[in-house]
């Protein structure tokens, strides 16, 4: 599949789980800012996209798990170190450098964007 064809399949699940418009679905929109997804959303996000690519996404692989409650990985409201270092090897689509510099813990979910999900298809279709 091309990247445009993902990106195809990636905005009609986002339509159809978030019930947003096709045109705000855009590469850089954010889940959860721009296009109003709540911790609900993500499981169904998860889902419509093994059923969209046909594929098995294990739980944690798309959005992380236990990073947030972990002390080790969250220190005075920012990611330590030891979370970044976390992220960084657990969700490989996600890009960290810009928050990297002030990781603030509720910044974290802006990273999570439409071009996120398109490149964590990409990986997983390569496999």
Do not use: C, W
Not at 23 to 44: N, Q, R
Not at 91 to 120: C, M, Q, W, Y
């Amino acid at each position: 599949m091309t990247r445009d064809e993902i990106f195809g399949k990636v905005r009609n699940v986002l339509v159809d789980a978030l019930a947003v418009d096709e045109d705000e679905v855009t590469g850089g929109a954010s889940l959860v800012k721009d296009l109003g997804a709540e911790s609900i959303d993500f499981l169904d996000i998860v889902f419509k996209l093994e059923q969209a690519f046909g594929f098995k996404i294990q739980q944690g692989e798309l959005f992380p798990e236990n990073v947030m409650q972990d002390p080790k990985y969250i220190k005075d409201g920012k990611v330590t170190a030891d979370g970044l270092a976390t992220l960084k090897s657990r969700l490989p689509h996600i890009d960290l450098t810009n928050f990297s510099a002030n990781p603030e813990v509720g910044k974290l979910g802006a990273l999570f964007t439409v071009d996120a999900l398109v490149r964590f298809v990409e990986g997983k279709l390569k496999k």
